[in-house]
T-cell receptor, first 114, second 117 residues
Framework: EAQVTQNPRYLITVTGKKLTVTCSQN?????MSWYRQDPGLGLRQIYY???????DKGDVPEGYKVSRKEKRNFPLILESPSPNQTSLYFC?????????????FGPGTRLTVL | GDSVTQMEGPVTLSEEAFLTINCTYT??????LFWYVQYPGEGLQLLLK?????DKGSNKGFEATYRKETTSFHLEKGSVQVSDSAVYFC????????????????FGQGTILTVHP
């Protein structure tokens, strides 16, 4: 089954404790992206990657890191989480250059930073 | 920069009522337009899309027409069901304009729809 998976689905952590949210897709998609969803703000892009070893900032990259060492994986890293990073996070992927941004979304990761 | 504005929610309707969710956008060039739906506890799913002016996207009884003259992409359904209760997001992508916006989706704030039996 074609899908985007994220882990964990739920995470409660404390300020300053490094964490990683994993994202994996099995569709051989070139383009992957991370969004955060906050009430009244819709989804905002954090980082994106157009292919292996190619990443770039989205609209709200502060406090986040990403890497793209393999085509299927695109982990989101919070080196020192803060309470304002409490949010619902979505990973997404698409074919990239072949389709106009028809993105497939993962189920989401709800992060709470205390 | 690019932006998408959706009508304020939440929207509450009775089953079989007519639905309209307004969406307008600001973008340079000719963006692609999308409606995504998010059911409770799930990720976003593409509902429909339109890639050029006057295109009509449709799926599951929902429709939206790309109106360049009014920069709008309003979502409509003639008869809603309880199972349509979800959050609906209008979005645009500046694909085709090149540059760093390639592949990025710009979302509206989302509209919560609740349908009662």
């Amino acid at each position: 089954e074609a899908q985007v998976t994220q882990n964990p689905r739920y995470l409660i952590t404390v300020t300053g404790k490094k964490l990683t949210v994993t994202c994996s897709q099995n569709m051989n998609h070139e383009y992957m992206s991370w969004y955060r969803q906050d009430p009244g703000l819709g989804l905002r892009q954090i980082y994106y990657s157009m292919n292996v070893e190619v990443t770039d900032k989205g609209d709200v990259p502060e406090g986040y890191k990403v890497s793209r060492k393999e085509k299927r994986n695109f982990p989101l890293i919070l080196e020192s989480p803060s309470p304002n990073q409490t949010s619902l996070y979505f990973c997404a992927s698409s074919l990239g250059s072949l389709r106009p941004s028809e993105q497939f979304f993962g189920p989401g990761t709800r992060l709470t930073v205390l | 920069g690019d932006s998408v504005t959706q009508m304020e929610g939440p929207v509450t309707l009775s089953e079989e009522a007519f639905l309209t969710i307004n969406c307008t956008y600001t973008a340079t060039g000719y963006p692609s337009l999308f409606w995504y739906v998010q059911y409770p506890g799930e990720g976003l799913q593409l509902l429909l899309k339109a890639t050029k002016a006057d295109d009509k996207g449709s799926n599951k009884g929902f429709e939206a027409t790309y109106r360049k003259e009014t920069t709008s992409f309003h979502l409509e359904k003639g008869s809603v069901q309880v199972s349509d209760s979800a959050v609906y997001f209008c979005a645009l992508s500046a694909d085709g304009n090149g540059g760093t916006s390639y592949g990025k989706l710009t979302f509206g704030q989302g509209t919560i729809l609740t349908v009662h039996p």
